[in-house]
C-alpha cells in the first residue's frame, strides 16, 4: 500500500496532555494546532489527559474555531491549557476501550495526538488497536528514547514469585554511543528544567561559598540523571546521576579533599541515586503514582546526615571552618520549580515542530507512532518519527532512557568528553534574547502589584464543552 492510499481523512483531531506537565506542553499543543489550521482540521483538545477521556461527559474545548487558534493558547506560557493528569486506561479493560472509542465518534474525532513520556505512551498503547493515535514527545526527565536503536533488545526479565512484579535487568550494551544515532535527543521540557537547576545552582554556590559550607542540590528525573548531567552548566563540583551508583568512600574523600581547597563543596545528586546494592538513597515512598512510577524523595537528605556522620563535627571546627557538621552541610531541592515556568527557546521552538509533525503523522494514516527529535553533526536537529513499537522491549515494555555511561566520568563526578560534546548542540544557543528580555520587561512589572493572576484556567472552564 502507498503512502497516498493510507492517507487519511482527518477533518477534526483529539489532542491531550498526560503524565507530569512540562514548560513546553503549550508549545506543543501551539505547534499541533497551527499545523491543523493549516490543513483545515478542526482540533477538540482534551481536558485533564485521560481523566478526561474516561470521563463519560468528555470534557473538551475546541481550539482553533474557524480555523484560528483561541487566544489562551500561549506557546511561551508554561504548564498546559489543557490540564494534565497521571491517570491512564488499563489494557486489560477493554470494554472501557470500546466505550472511549465510541465516545471519540460521538465528536467525530478522527484521530488522537497525546503529548506525554514513556507512562502516556503506555497508557495511549491500548487505544492504538481501536484509534488512530500517535504521540509528541515531552518530559524533563529526558528519558523516553533510546541511546542507540536496538536498546530494547538488552534487557533480562527476571520472573518474581506470583504477587510480585517481574524485575527487569539491563545487559552490558554498547560501550559508547554515537551522537548522530541517538533516538529522540532531547524531549521538550528537559532544556528548560536544565536552566532552571543550572542557574539555581550557581545562586547557592556564592552562598554556600561565603559560609564555607557543603551545599547537596538535589533535582529531579526519577532513574536517569539527565538533568543532573546538564546541571554541570552551573558548575557543581560533583555530580552524582542514578545510573552510577554511588561509591560512598569515593565521594566523601572528593568532598573532603575539595574543602580543603576551597571552604565549600556544592555537590548535586539526582533524586533516583542508589547505594552500591542498588538501593536508592534516603526514603523510597511504598507507593506509585498512577502511571507506575515510583515517587523518590530523599536523596540530598540521606547524604547530608551520610556526610554530616562521617565528616564529623571536628572537620568543621578546625580553624573554625563552621560551628557543626550538621549547620554546615545543608540541602536543597530545585523541585517542581524545574517543571514550570516559561520555557526557554530551544523547548518552545522543537516542542511546536513536534507537535506539527504528530499531525502530519495521522495525516498520512499512521497510529501508534511517536514524533522524535533527532540531530546529526551534518544537519542539526530535525523532526521524525518512529513506530511506537521500537522504543518496546519484547516484553512491550518501554524503559526509561538511561545516561550511558560513556557519557558521563565517574572519577571526576562530571560528564565526560562525550557528555560534553551530547550537551553542546543542545544548550549553547538555547536561550533566546527575547528570554532575558522577557524577564527584564516583566518580573517587576508595576501592574502585578495592583492586578490578580488570571489564571487560564478560568476561560478554558468557560470553552468547555461536554458531551
Ligand atoms: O517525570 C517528571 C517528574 O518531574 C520527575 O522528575 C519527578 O520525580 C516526578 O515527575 C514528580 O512527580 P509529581 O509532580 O507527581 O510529584
Redesign the pocket.
Known sequence: MTRLDREQVMKRIGILTA??D?PALNATIHGAVTRANAHGIEVLGIMKGFDGVLDPRMPHVHLNPLFSTIPELDPCQGGTILGAS?TYIDPEHTEVLKVVAGRFRQLNIDGLVCIG?DGTLNGMQPLTDVFPCVLAPK???NDLGLNYLDEPNQWAREEQSDSDEPKYRRLPGREKVVLDEIINYATPGYSTAVSVAASGIERIRTTAESHRRIAIIEV???QSGY?ALGSAYGQPDIILIPEIPLQYAKFEQRVRELYELQKHVVVVVG?GVTDEEGSVLGDKTASH?PAG?I??SGAAEHLRHSLAESLGDEFFERDGRHESASRAVFTRKVG?T??GGRPIQFDRFQAAQLGGKAVDLLIQGHNNSVTILQWSSEKGFYVDALPANKLRDQWQRIHPREVHASLFDEHRFQPSKLGVAYLLPLFTNAIGQDDAEHMRATLFSPGKLSTRYQSTNIDMQKRTRYL
Request: glycine share 20%; hydrophobic share 25%; aromatic share 4%.
Open positions: 503524565g507530569g512540562t497521571r513520556g518530559t524533563i526527565d529531579m528525573g526519577r538533568i533524586e503514582d512510577n515517587v523518590f517542581h524545574q517543571r
